[in-house]
């Protein structure tokens, strides 16, 4: 389990940084249920945010795994162990 926790606030700025944002999604709204796809990310800007979060944090996450969260909620649940 690592010990380092990612929060929503450090993913959101992770996405920003990895891939930019819609500007018709608004990420400081309540965003931990709504599906990547419809916050503009495809699978692509899910890799480069996976590789920004190993670089950063030092937590690997697999690909698979990265592409198989479907929401924020499901990729930090991912990320954190929970």
């Not at 990895?18 to 709204?29: C, I, Q, R, T, Y």
């Not at 495809?42 to 929401?71: H, K, M, N, Y």
């Amino acid at each position: 389990m690592p010990t380092t926790v990612i929060t929503l606030d450090d993913l959101k700025r992770i996405l920003r940084e990895a891939a930019g944002a819609d500007d018709s999604v608004d990420l400081d709204g309540d965003i931990l249920d709504t599906e990547f796809v419809d916050l503009g990310y495809d699978s692509l800007a899910l890799l480069e945010t996976a590789v920004r979060i190993t670089r950063e944090f030092g937590i690997a996450l697999d690909d698979d795994v990265a592409l198989g969260a479907q929401t924020p909620r499901q990729l930090l649940d991912v990320i954190n162990g929970g």
